[in-house]
């Protein structure tokens, strides 16, 4: 007896610009999967924390050929928080996809197919989610793959500087470190990034800066 299909609970697909990480700028296909364990405070994303619709997995790979993008990033909510997620990510290396996954950092990394650029959040105190960074997955991260740090105020690039030092991240993989949009002053980060000659990238994300606050985009 043949095993039944994976199905994912999805919020939506769309194709746009990626708006983060070292692939800003990029045109790409989102994949955003419905549901997640945390509750940032200042999460962009609260609608994928429920609804959606469950596709299966041949359905989401028609749809992400149709946009015609060699991109294709998963993201959430955190994807993870489906199992399945891990044999669509395999999936979509295996038709020849560049995929990336946006993950919270929260879950065990040690199933994602090594040919996936994971974009892994360290969750910093300003997000009201510190306890929540499971710390063994720094062991999963290499050269193409990326730590990304949500900074709220000095506190939390306190805190950002010192686990960068503390754990070598600049060493292990590309490190992200982003304002909250309306909370952190981007030219005082700027500034202390500087100021403190961080081995980091610093990003602003790019889409709300073309869209605003639009989802899908």
Not at 107 to 134: F, Q, T, W
Not at 201 to 208: A, G, I, K, S, T
Request: aromatic share 6%; with cysteine; charged share 20%.
């Amino acid at each position: 007896m043949s095993l039944p299909a994976p199905r994912l609970r999805i919020s939506e697909i769309f194709h746009s610009l990626q708006g983060e990480s070292t692939r800003v700028g990029l045109p790409t296909v989102f994949v955003r999967l419905t549901g997640c364990p945390l509750r940032c405070v200042w999460c962009d994303t609260e609608y994928a924390f429920s609804g959606g619709e469950m596709r299966e997995l041949d359905a989401i790979l028609a749809e992400v050929a149709r946009h015609g993008a060699r991109y294709v990033c998963v993201t959430g909510g955190e994807p993870l928080a489906q199992k399945p997620c891990l044999e669509l990510l395999r999936t979509l290396c295996d038709a020849g996809y560049s995929v990336s996954l946006e993950t919270s950092g929260a879950l065990d990394l040690s199933g994602v197919d090594a040919r996936v650029s994971k974009i892994m959040d360290l969750k910093a105190p300003g997000s009201g989610e510190l306890a929540k960074n499971l710390w063994s997955n720094l062991a999963h991260l290499g050269a193409h793959d990326e730590v990304k740090i949500v900074l709220a105020d000095a506190a939390d690039y306190l805190w950002a500087r010192e686990v960068l030092q503390a754990h070598a991240l600049a060493q292990r993989c590309t490190v992200l470190l982003s304002p909250v949009q309306g909370k952190l002053n981007p030219q005082d980060l700027a500034a202390w990034i500087l100021r403190d000659h961080l081995p980091v990238r610093m990003q602003l994300q790019m889409h709300r800066i073309i869209w605003g606050d639009k989802t899908g985009v």
